[in-house]
């Protein structure tokens, strides 16, 4: 039985006391059929050169499955819509649930390389314009239906299709706009023609993306609010568990589902069905209420810190780090508007020089175990293009002063106010504690009047659609990938997008041309030589990123979690004693 409960979730505020007394203080895979995979190559449309599938890992051991169920509690579940065309503000905390229900075309193994999954095999043309996918037989919906290639089809240009933009988020309505169609192409295949080359497509329907395109049953029209309201009811996905009741702004409850695709008999190399019965994911905006029920033996699965990391193993528990999960994403939205003091990019430079990060790491994080002072933007160290050179600009906070004062404010002189926005975060530990920090630096720093303001996770994305916080900076958390092709293409390379940071037709030419490189390793490098440009221009100050500290308790035997991940992943691999 299902019940869903309407109604908007009451922002969470985290409380600043703890800082304030720290301040004190590609992309093709081979078939797999009913033999084990092969390192072979798929012949793409036209004469496009794929690469090779990654060797299959040994199979893994069966694993007896607990009657039981695992707890997962979380500070935020988004705005709890099943279709990905309609999240909003959700970001990470989406794909906790949107990951648990839903399949991908694009799976990955453990060292996140990209396998087959529902798409036995795919390719690109040599052109770059035609991806194409072969959907494999006998993959279940929910309730025991098959998935169709007619149902891929509908489900992909529901969601991002050519006319998709007038109607989804902004997220998929990007890739909307890239999008010429969206057709049945072959026995079993569909393919996406894109306007220009989309060479990150497969990686953005793929396990490794940051996004889960939901393959629905195909329905009379591609748009129905009617019908779109009717799925969050009653979700019927392909994922390795479904849902069974739905109270909104508290709990998921779901269970596990035996035909879930990705297992041996299928031709998989492993078992990717949970080895347990139900899923419990709880709402808990307070991470002492999580730890708390850690302790109690309520919950098996927690977002944590490093500040309640005794707590969690005074009660029998242990912190599992998410490596490279998450990194700071503190950016200043419409500079390229000229009344705002952030125009001038020595400004922009300016905030970036005063920020002392290895400090913030040292005060807020207690070291490099969970906080790395690396990577630029959406760049980490595992994602295509990082090199070294792409790390956060060291704290000089006199170069700072200097900067400010020639682009016309000396000592924070007629700058007027600056306003912080943050919100609370499950997957960045002292998010808004970090901010507050930022906004201490800038205050002893550079002299200026700063305001830190909290918001809630969809205010925030709302207000920032808006434009309401142009001129002002944002700090929040964004997810770790291994491609940033598309963070990269919506803050700087499309002028149509409404987070583009600057009106240069130079810069958004060399972004769209060097993201468009079919060839993997020519725009690795082109992406290398691309990158200091961007990170010049100070439009997003590089801080660092976070290895996810997850407290776990006693009843989890085992459990490794994936890289790249902000959500709780590789379930498959947790084992409940």
């Not at 072979?40 to 449309?45: D, I, K, L, R």
């Not at 075309?105 to 453990?110: A, Q």
């Not at 709990?251 to 031709?267: A, C, I």
């Not at 899923?279 to 029920?293: I, S």
């Amino acid at each position: 039985m299902r019940v869903l409960a309407l109604g908007l979730k009451p922002s969470q505020m985290w409380g600043l006391g703890a800082v304030l007394l720290l301040l004190l203080a590609v992309a093709c895979g081979a078939a797999a059929t009913a033999t084990p995979l092969a390192s072979t190559s798929v012949p793409a449309p036209g004469a496009g050169t794929p690469t090779a599938v990654p060797q299959a890992a040994p199979t893994a051991p069966a694993v007896t499955v607990h009657p039981g169920k695992l707890t997962i509690m979380l500070g935020a579940l988004g705005n709890e819509r099943f279709d990905y065309g309609f999240q909003v503000g959700g970001g990470g905390s989406t794909q906790n649930y949107g990951r648990i229900l839903n399949g991908f075309l694009v799976s990955i193994n453990e060292r996140t390389e990209m396998i087959p999954g529902i798409a036995s095999q795919w390719g690109l043309s040599a052109d770059g314009l035609t991806w194409s996918f072969t959907v494999r037989k006998g993959v279940k919906f929910h309730d025991g239906s098959e998935l169709t290639p007619q149902d891929v089809a509908w489900s992909l240009e529901h969601q991002f299709g050519p006319q998709a933009y007038e109607y989804v988020v902004p997220t998929p309505a990007r890739t909307s706009r890239a999008m010429s169609s969206i057709q049945l192409s072959g026995p079993g295949q569909v393919s996406l023609i894109t306007k220009q080359p989309v060479p990150e497509l497969a990686i953005l329907l793929s396990e490794a993306s940051n996004e889960w395109y939901s393959l629905m049953p195909k329905r009379a029209t591609l748009h129905d609010t009617a019908a779109e309201e009717a799925y969050d009811y009653n979700p019927n996905a392909t994922g390795s568990m479904k849902l069974t009741k739905h109270v909104q702004a508290a709990v998921m409850e779901f269970e596990r589902f035996e035909d879930f695709y990705y297992q041996p008999k299928n031709g998989f190399p492993e078992d990717k069905r949970v080895n347990f019965r139900t899923l419990h994911l709880f709402l808990a905006p307070e991470e002492a209420t999580r730890v708390a029920a850690l302790r109690a033996g309520e919950a098996d699965i927690v977002p944590a810190s490093l500040a309640t990391k005794k707590q969690v193993e005074a009660g029998g528990g242990r912190i599992v780090y998410g490596p490279e999960g998450v990194w700071v994403d503190a950016f200043l939205p419409g500079c390229y508007k000229p009344q705002y003091p952030c125009h001038d990019k020595r400004v922009r430079q300016a905030l970036d020089y005063a920020i002392d990060k290895a400090l913030l790491r040292d005060r807020l994080y207690g070291g490099s175990e969970v906080f790395q002072v690396k990577g630029w933007n959406v760049i980490t160290p595992s994602t295509i293009g990082y090199t070294p050179a792409m790390d956060p600009t060291p704290f000089n906070p006199a170069k700072a002063r200097q900067l400010l004062a020639e682009a016309g404010y000396p000592g924070g002189q007629g700058f007027g106010k600056l306003f912080i926005y943050t919100k609370p975060s499950t997957a960045m530990p002292l998010q808004v504690e970090a901010a507050q920090l930022a906004a201490e630096f800038w205050k002893k720093e550079l002299g200026l009047d700063v305001e830190v303001t909290v918001l809630d996770s969809v205010s925030l994305t709302k207000r920032a659609q808006a434009l309401e916080l142009d001129g002002q900076v944002i700090w929040r958390d964004n997810e770790a990938r291994t491609d940033g092709s598309g963070n990269l293409t919506a803050y700087y390379g499309d002028p149509k997008d409404y987070r583009h940071f600057h009106e240069d037709p130079e810069m958004f030419r060399a972004v769209q041309e060097t993201l468009r490189i079919l060839d993997p390793e020519k725009r690795a490098a082109a992406t290398r030589e691309l990158l200091p440009r961007l990170k010049e221009e100070g439009y997003r100050i590089g801080v660092g990123y976070v290895n996810i500290p997850w407290g776990v308790g006693p009843r989890v035997a085992a459990w490794r979690p994936y890289s790249l991940s902000v959500w709780p992943s590789a379930l498959h691999t947790v084992v409940l004693k």
